[in-house]
């Protein structure tokens, strides 16, 4: 026996357990919709909606400034991601919602590539924060050593995505549509150790690199300046305003962490100590009952929800940003009222020329017809 387990996105979730040998007996599943799956799809309409808003915002914002920064170019990439993140990740759960988690209208390259995507974003901007969190940490502990080069964050960036699709080859491999026309997981022992090797090496390895590189930089920035009585004033509150923009850093990184910690890790977790019941004999399978399924469906809103919180944090460290954003606002409103008005000339001067065209038309038929050429010999000697 084999277990089939539904592909909801960034893990998967227990359905059931489907046999590989034909049955009997078949019974007919019908979608029926109430007060959940529209509070659902409305949940994930609304991530969708502020995500994508939000995230634009920021990369259109922190583009003037990519050339001043490793981490405003960090920014970009992370808002680039969860910016698919916000499309993707609604679309597919809510697209599973629709459907009550009976159908799969994609085929099986969407099967092997949709559900994967919204794991590999997750992953990717678990690997952005990191570098973030290494880079400030570089930058404070050792201040006067050369800034990374833009080279190095892209090389690091696409070394990221490559372990984030790599990351993922063990579900890749086991994504079919079943017989009941469901893009679903086999599982096998493969599936479960890999699944389980991942998660715990992720989970580690974030919490090991936020707290080591938050506790050193803690540490350095406690520390006296070693400013002494015979340097300039100047030189001093120039020091002091480098250390207040670095805690501000490190304070805004530090709540993207925790934030992504609280609302990624527990559903990675969840679905962990699931798969990890597979592993022991079949009487001591976790089955999925109503609780079981609502803490999911609670965990699985929290978890695509991440991609619109740096949007607020951003807002709330840079005082700039809400400002900046009302502009841009303003301006790609006054952009649009410029191309209406255009539109509008273009046409009224394209009907105002073809009223020309039919009363120039009119005109010189009506000169045809009284054209001396048309008149008789007859007529003019009379």
Known sequence: MKTALMSLGNNTTIVGHERLE????????????????ISLIFCYFLILFIGTCGNILVLAMFNRKSKQSA?????????????????????????????CDLQWHFGLFGCKTLPVATRIFTSVSIGILLIMAIERCRVIISPFKPPISRKTIHFTVFVTVILAVVSETHYITTLHINRDGECAVVVHEYYIIASITITLLRTVTFMSIFLSTT?????????????????????ASHMEVRTRRKRKAM????????????TVLP???FQMSLVISYLLPEKYWIDYSLAILRIN??????????????VFIYAGMYKGFVANALKICKRVK???????????TIQRSYYEREEEYHLSLSKSSNLTRFSPDCVSTDDVWI
């Open 22 to 37: 034909p049955t009997p007996i078949t019974m007919e599943r019908k979608c029926e919709w109430d007060t959940t799956n």
């Open 71 to 99: 981490l405003n170019l960090l920014i970009m990439y992370l808002a680039a991601f969860d910016l698919f993140a916000s499309i993707f990740v609604p679309f597919i759960f809510g697209y599973w919602v629709w459907v």
């Open 215 to 235: 506790l050193l930089v803690t540490c350095k920035l406690r520390r006296k300046s070693g400013i002494d009585n015979t340097e300039t004033k100047e030189l």
């Open 251 to 262: 304070k805004m990184l530090a709540v993207m962490m925790v934030v992504f910690g609280i």
């Open 267 to 269: 559903r990675d977790l």
């Open 297 to 310: 469906t609670i965990l699985k809103i929290l978890q695509t929800s991440n991609s619109i919180y740096n």
């Open 334 to 344: 006054k952009i649009k009222k410029q191309y209406t008005i255009r539109r509008r």
